[in-house]
């Protein structure tokens, strides 16, 4: 079945640790996405991808990283820049070209914990 | 700037109990509304895309409409299963590309038996 596939689900970080979120998707949609999600507040855009080693920021990037060396690929690094990092982080992607006014595909999220 | 509200917060209805939740939002020129329903500790799963005022969705016990300035996702005769948080997110033309949504916070809705 196609999907998105975020990994961990359940992540810890130590003070002054970089760590990266796994998000790979087989729907071979352009699109990729991130964002981060807390309780009481809407999911806000972190970066996204529009087409191969190409991103942008979004609203909340500073702290974290990307890259978009493979099409189904799309990792994000939390650094240790980022103050506040405990959140639910989610990952989505859609066909850029077609379908342009449907939904994003979301994975099924990966929970970071500062310890 | 692009704002999306939805009410009310959390809402508990008895199964059968048929209601709406409210999703209003603020942009400079509306390219698509969306609804979601997010179960706990998963992402969010698309239920209707709504493009222009007076447009309807359908699907089994849920039904979206819109408004210019407002979308209701309407519930009739919810089942337990229905319980989750449904979120709304608009996406305006000239965001710069990217097709990027901003969300509301969501309503979280508990049906009991």
């Known amino acids: 079945d196609g999907g998105i596939t975020q990994s961990p689900k359940y992540l810890f970080r130590k003070e002054g640790q970089n760590v990266t979120l796994s998000c790979e998707q087989n729907?071979?949609?352009?699109?990729m996405y991130w964002y981060r999600q807390d309780p009481g507040q809407g999911l806000r855009l972190i970066y996204y991808?529009?087409?191969?080693?190409?991103?942008q920021k979004g609203d909340i990037a500073e702290g974290y990283s990307v890259s978009r060396e493979k099409k189904e690929s799309f990792p994000l690094t939390v650094t240790s820049a980022q103050k506040n990092p405990t959140a639910f982080y989610l990952c989505?992607?859609?066909?850029?070209?077609?379908?342009?006014?449907?939904?994003?595909?979301f994975g099924s999220g990966t929970r970071l914990t500062v310890v | 700037e692009d704002q999306v509200t939805q009410s009310p917060e959390a809402l508990r209805l008895q199964e059968g109990e048929s209601s709406s939740l409210n999703c209003s939002y603020t942009?400079?020129?509306?390219?698509?509304l969306f609804w979601y329903r997010q179960d706990p500790g998963k992402g969010p799963e698309f239920l209707f895309t709504?493009?222009?005022a007076g447009e309807e969705k359908e699907k089994e016990r849920l039904k979206a409409t819109l408004t210019k300035k407002e979308s209701f996702l309407h519930i009739t005769a919810p089942k337990p299963e229905d319980s989750a948080t449904y979120l709304c997110a608009v996406q305006a033309y000239g965001t710069g590309g990217g097709n990027k949504l901003t969300f509301g916070t969501g309503t979280q809705l508990k049906v009991e038996l």
């Open positions: 729907l071979n949609h352009d699109a």
């Open positions: 709504l493009y222009s």
């Open positions: 989505a992607s859609k066909e850029a070209a077609l379908g342009e006014f449907d939904g994003y595909t």
């Open positions: 942009v400079s020129g509306l390219r698509g």
């Open positions: 991808s529009q087409i191969v080693n190409d991103f």
